[in-house]
């Protein structure tokens, strides 16, 4: 049911049969009393309030009849009155009759609905009703509860529990199926018409109906959680959401959608989605009544409403109301329980509800978005928005998959968008672009081709870009894009346009969620169009100080010896790197930007990534020091030396001192640099030297310096293994004892390969990251994989060992293990043959994986099964399939 306002009665009447299966839903469960014995007593359930309808009338104390004839705020067809002849108690039972009006009467039928405000208000609870339903076409009992004081604002804000409803009971449709289900919803969300509700229809077993007998319908609520019986089988479970948050203490996701609230602050002000136990953590109170027609029962089995049913009265019979109170914990209403098996499951009884997933905050690091190339993403739906059209996903002999858009004679926009209601893959969740972390130099770009011009030779291309539920929008001829592109009917032209732009025109580019390209309104008919490449990007943030060959930005630099440090050619690993000589001047070596050592005057501000970015080179000492006391420092200078940096090479990541004549590699976090005192926004100056004084005699040489993010994400995400490791990624053995080693295939395609080998010693197998490494693949949610291919060369000894896939995030903060044929290949390993194995990230992200800081692959025979197997792994990588 719903609450009574003048409001709700304009809900649409013209709601269908396909999308009015009922107020739970259509959901149904097949009753199976044989799962639990309901006569086994719950022995902490506590009567503090009853109706048994003992008495000759129906006590006032306990009951308020509501007289009015709104028509229940769902377009019902009666009056609610108090008359007897509408209700009254008799043989110890409540009677609710529904009966034809008067002839000119307000509505063509009487009935009556009793609550129980402020004469029976409890918050938490078993509430419990014996009662026989009445039939007939158009027939709508209900057994409900609304909040006594609307704490969190109007309907349904404040919540609404409807313990059972059925509707048209026992009408027999064309194919002769009886309608038997009786129905437990929540209502709960926003404000409406843009209210949620989520519920569990259960149907009756086919010899029995709820209007031929008397049954039990009850709710156990307790704090955070919501339970339906009947006849003392649980049937539906709901709950408050549950949040997840990622490593970074974000939140990304709910690991159960369930119910949600939606009220404004009271200190801030603003309006707040709130997914805890509101708005089922007040005082709610109980209501009875029989509603005749309505927007529900009159769409749905045989339609409208049965005269001949109501034409003597039609009766809702009740024999008592109780309402308990669990004694183990009354605050909470926690401990009293009557479950079963199966109430836990969404497979079963537990309820999926509607809260709006969260979406992370911008995490300050630079993640690209593809809306799409080659495949739709789920997450943002081609999108059509007035013209009725649906866009189509076409093959393009020059691009491939493309989107086809058209324009008829409605006048539409046309383009893609990221809110929920107008998603279309049942996978997809609505997803606002957070591009403020790249607004400086970040892009929107597409590619488009005109298949046909608009009718209208007149016609204008329009670009336009909306955020926060077009709270911000900007609209923008499309030939004002970067490089000031005409389109051309045939031919295939990328659209570039900053963000920077956009968001000087006054775009909140924190959250974009629709991205429109289309002929200017009301001009277009006859237009079709092509996007591919639909991007929202930009550069990664790295500099590069030395990589076969020097940055001309960038300049190698001694400061105070008066040498010239040179290019020279290495071992055919490095091949060209920098070679710097102290002699007898103290000095100070590396890389400088400033004009006035000869740079290019390009600091680099890495304030994006502090967190995750790193500093990184290889250094190989060619003649060591002539002074034994020498030690090797790293220092980092920032705006013209106004903040600067000065570690031991000791205090790297890897802790090593230099071994003359050999490569090693050195890792700073820049994390750890800010910390001892630079400012990463203007980073001008890289030394690499002995300490001052120390160094003479010293010739050494530097490769692959730089500055950036090892887990920022690329388009295609990472390679773990691809003959060989990854940067910063090793292959494992995690508790066996053995060294993985990297072997050629004798499958040409295969090349260089990872092979493990598992002896007597339990243990698991993978690559790993080294400290301080992670992989954030939150960019490749909606469409990314985690994939790899297997070769078995020989199989455990154990013939019953199951292959295993896991994946672990930080600290095994948290894991999925799945057996290999979990995979969407769904195959298992045969010895001699490379298998590809695919685990989808929305699946591992939806088994409770931080898919933001992955650090462990491990691909295994189950733990201590695994003796003598012999196998090989390529091509493990995360992101784009």
């Known amino acids: 049911m719903k609450n009574t306002t003048t409001q709700l009665s304009r809900l649409l009447t013209a709601i269908t049969a396909a999308t009015l299966v009922g107020c739970g839903g259509g959901a ?48 019902e067809q009666q009056c609610y009155t108090d008359d007897p002849a509408n209700s009254f108690v008799q043989d110890g039972m409540l009677h609710i009759v529904a009966r034809p009006a008067e002839e000119g009467a307000e509505k063509p039928y009487t009935s009556a609905r009793l609550n129980t405000r402020y004469k029976g208000d409890f918050k ?116 408050q959401s549950k949040v997840r948050y990622n490593s970074k203490d974000e939140a990304v996701g709910l690991s159960h959608r369930g119910w949600f609230a939606e009220y404004f602050d009271q200190i801030t002000g603003e309006l707040t989605t709130h997914w805890d136990s509101a708005p089922f953590d007040q005082e709610f109170h109980l209501l009875l009544n029989l509603a005749v027609g309505g927007d529900w029962p009159e769409n749905v089995n045989n339609m409208g409403i049965d005269a001949d049913a109501f034409a003597n009265g039609q009766e809702y019979v009740i024999d008592y109301v109780h309402v308990y109170q669990c004694q183990s914990n009354p605050d909470t209403g926690k401990g009293c329980e009557t479950v079963r098996p199966g109430y836990n499951s969404l497979d079963d009884a537990l309820v999926e509800g509607e809260a709006p997933i969260p979406s992370p905050p911008s995490t300050g690091v630079v993640q690209n978005l593809t809306i799409f190339d080659d495949a739709p993403n789920p997450n943002w739906a081609a999108w059509d928005c007035c013209g009725g059209s649906t866009p189509m996903v076409l093959d393009d002999p020059e691009m491939g998959a493309v989107t086809e858009f058209y324009v008829g004679a409605t006048p539409t926009v046309n383009g893609f968008i990221t809110r929920e209601e107008f998603l279309t893959d049942e996978s997809g969740q609505a997803t606002p672009f957070d591009g403020s972390g790249m607004v ?55 659209y570039v346009f900053p963000l920077q732009m956009l968001a000087d025109a006054g775009l909140d580019v924190s959250a974009i969620d629709v991205l429109m390209i289309f002929p200017a309104w009301g001009m277009g008919d006859g237009a079709v169009y092509q996007l591919d490449n639909v991007e929202i990007k930009a550069p990664k943030p790295e500099v590069v100080f030395f990589e076969d060959g020097e940055n001309p930005n960038w300049v190698m630099w001694d400061c105070c010896g008066g040498s010239m440090p040179t290019e020279e050619l290495d071992d055919d690993e490095h091949g060209l790197v920098a070679q710097f000589s102290i002699g007898e001047a103290p000095t100070v070596m590396g890389f400088i930007t400033r ?80 910390a001892a005192g630079l400012d990463v926004s203007a980073i001008d100056v890289l030394m690499i030297f002995p300490a001052w004084g120390t160094g003479n005699g010293a010739v050494y ?18 390679n773990l293994f691809a003959d060989t490791a990854a940067e910063g990624w090793s292959i494992w053995d995690c508790c066996g004892g053995s060294t993985p080693t990297v072997e050629t295939d004798d499958d040409d395609s295969k090349g260089a390969v990872a092979q493990f080998i598992i002896g007597s010693a339990p243990t698991v197998m993978g690559v790993i990251a080294d400290e301080g490494v992670f992989f954030d693949a939150s960019a490749h949610l909606s469409s990314g994989v985690v994939q790899f291919d297997l070769k078995v060369v020989s199989a455990p000894a154990n013939p019953d060992a199951v292959w295993k896939f896991k994946i672990e995030s930080t600290g095994a903060a948290t894991a999925v293990e799945l057996d290999l044929t979990d995979s969407v290949e769904g195959v298992a390993p045969v010895t001699g043959q490379w298998q590809t194995y695919t685990f989808t990230l929305q699946s591992l992200f939806d088994a409770g994986l931080d898919i933001s800081d992955l650090n462990v692959v491990m691909v295994f025979p189950a ?8 196998y090989r792994l390529d091509n493990i990588k995360i992101g784009a399939q």
């Open 701 to 718: 040489r530097v490769d692959n310096a730089k500055i950036y993010d090892p887990s920022a994400v690329s388009a295609d995400g990472i």
């Open 124 to 239: 938490y609870g078993r509430f419990e009703m014996r009662a026989k339903l009445p039939s007939g076409q158009g027939s709508w009992p209900a057994f409900w509860m609304l909040p006594t004081d609307y704490v969190y604002g109007g309907w349904p804000k404040s919540g609404e529990i409807d313990i059972m409803e059925a509707v048209n009971l026992k009408v027999a449709d064309a194919e002769g199926n009886v309608e038997s289900n009786i129905h437990g919803t929540l209502h709960y969300g926003r404000e409406w018409p843009n209210n949620s509700s989520s519920g569990k229809a259960f149907e009756f077993p086919a010899d029995s109906n709820p209007a031929d007998d008397f049954h039990t319908y009850a709710i156990e609520w307790q704090e955070g959680e919501i339970r339906w019986y009947v006849d003392g089988y649980l049937y539906a479970t709901q709950r």
């Open 440 to 494: 400086a130099n970040g892009v929107i770009t597409f590619d488009m081709k005109v298949v046909s011009a608009p009718g209208n030779p007149d016609a204008t291309w329009i670009f336009k870009v909306e955020s926060n539920n077009a709270s911000t929008a900007v609209e923008l001829p499309l030939t004002e894009n970067r490089d000031g592109t005409v389109p051309v009917v045939g031919e295939w032209q990328t």
């Open 595 to 674: 004009s006035a050592n000869g740079g290019g005057d390009t600091p680099f501000d890495a304030s994006t990534i502090v967190e995750t970015g790193v500093l990184e080179f290889e250094m190989k000492v060619v003649s060591a020091p002539s002074s034994p006391d020498a030690s090797w420092v790293v220092k980092v200078e920032a705006d013209e030396a106004a903040s600067f940096a000065e570690l031991p090479i000791t205090d790297s990541v890897e802790g090593v001192a230099p071994v003359t004549g050999e490569w090693q590699t050195y890792t700073f976090k820049l994390a750890d640099l800010a």
């Open 28 to 75: 149904k469960t097949e009753s199976d009393f044989t799962v639990v014995d309901p006569a086994v007593p719950v022995s902490d359930w506590e009567l503090v309030w009853s109706d048994d309808f003992d008495g000759s009338a129906i006590d006032s104390a306990k009951w308020t009849h509501e007289v009015n004839c709104v028509g229940g705020g769902n377009n």
């Open 863 to 870: 733990w201590g099964t695994g003796e003598g197997a012999v």
